[in-house]
Nanobody, 119 residues
């Protein structure tokens, strides 16, 4: 069973950049497809980005395409989310997720990290 711990959240101004990290432990990192989801207050959980276990397949939610970049470093057992041109609408709790089969329905979740974008 993989354990996921996010870091890097914070309060930033609109137009800024921020990088989130998710460190995995307890299992073989390369066995998992990985992804980022987010949940704004009063909203459901939204898919942000996903990356296959090899890193060869990547997809993004429509609201972040062209602004966010997902990547993974197997040597460090770490998943990243580079967020550029942040908007107030990006304010949410960001969750790291993992699954052995598909990130569309992840079995494993981190505790979340808050990102707040001020206007």
């Amino acid at each position: 069973q993989v354990r996921l711990v996010e870091s890097g959240g914070g309060l930033v101004q609109a137009g800024s950049s921020l990088t989130l990290s998710c460190t995995a432990s307890g299992s073989t990192f390369s066995d998992y497809d990985m992804g980022w989801f987010r949940q704004a207050p009063g909203e459901g959980r939204e898919f942000v980005a996903g990356i296959s276990r090899s890193g060869g397949m990547i997809e993004y939610g429509d609201s972040v395409k062209g602004r966010f970049t997902i990547s993974r470093d197997s040597a460090k057992n770490t998943l990243y989310l580079q967020m550029n041109s942040l908007k107030p609408d990006d304010t949410a709790v960001y969750y790291c997720a993992a699954d052995r089969i598909t990130i569309a329905h992840p079995d494993y979740w981190g505790q979340g990290t808050q990102v707040t974008v001020s206007s």
